[in-house]
Structures are given as C-alpha cells and as structure tokens.
C-alpha cells in the first residue's frame, strides 16, 4: 500500500510540475544574477527550467566570451542588466565542436552589429554564429530561452 501512494503521489508531482506555471520576478533575477557575478568567472549560466522543447537559463557576463553557433537551438535573450554589443552572421573563426551540435571560435569574421541594453529582446536562429562583446566596465545579465528544434 505504502508504495501505490508513493507512486501515485510522484506521478501526481510530475504531471503538476509538467503543467504547472514558472514566474521570475525582476526581485528573482536579480538575486539571480547577483548569485551568478559572485563566482567571480567571466562567464556563469544557470539552468532554471527545462521543458518539452525549450528550457530557459541566466547568464551573467563580464568579459566576452567565444562565438558560437548551435546547429539545433535558437536562443531567445531577455536582458536584464548592462550593455553588450552582439555580432551575428559572418563566419566563425577558429571553431571547434564543443559537444555534438556546438560550435565554438574565437572570434566572427564579418557579421552585424547589434546594440544590446536592458529591456532588449533578441532571436538568434539556429545555425546563425553569434558573439557577445562586453566592456569590462559593464557586466550584462541576459534571461535565456533555448528551443530546440525538432
């Protein structure tokens, strides 16, 4: 009897959970991304949730990182703090898969410039090579949507 409970009660917690609503007040994100600047590294992202074909994350940044292409994700940036410049298109240089369906470079050769500052949203399609520049002066905090394709 005691396991048909447990059993009913983790299925009943699952299905909540898949069905149930997340909400990040800016007081969430903040605490949040305050977390993430005390690690002390140039770059910190924390997963927050995953879903059937998307799943969201934090970033913090306070210098540039490498550029980037995901083969099957586009990403969606919120930013909630700070300024960055984001290169998208052109070609990356110097890449290397990082794990099957990333790739990393050290830098984009052509590409578009994009300013970047709190409020802004952003799509960066799948198969599209992208770089965050940030000013050392200006750390940035940016919510993350990645959906995969299917």
């Known amino acids: 009897m005691k396991i048909c409970v447990f059993a009913l009660f983790t299925a009943a917690t699952l299905l ?8 990040y007040t800016p007081q969430d994100l903040q605490t949040l991304s305050k977390k993430l600047a005390a690690k002390r590294i140039a770059t910190a992202t924390e997963e927050l949730q995953r879903y059937g074909n998307h799943y969201t994350m934090i970033a913090f940044r306070d210098a540039t990182g490498s550029s980037e292409l995901h083969e099957k994700e586009a990403d969606i940036f919120v930013v909630e703090e700070g300024e960055a410049t984001l290169l998208t298109g052109g070609k990356l240089i110097h890449s290397h898969a990082e794990k099957p369906g990333e790739l990393r470079g050290t830098s984009i050769e052509g590409g578009e410039r994009h300013m970047l500052t709190k409020d802004s949203i952003v799509h960066i399609p799948a198969g599209t090579p992208h770089q965050l520049l940030i000013d050392k002066a200006k750390p940035f905090t940016y919510f993350v949507i990645k959906v995969i394709q299917q």
Request: aromatic share 0%.
């Open 16 to 23: 909540a959970r898949s069905g149930g609503v997340d909400v």
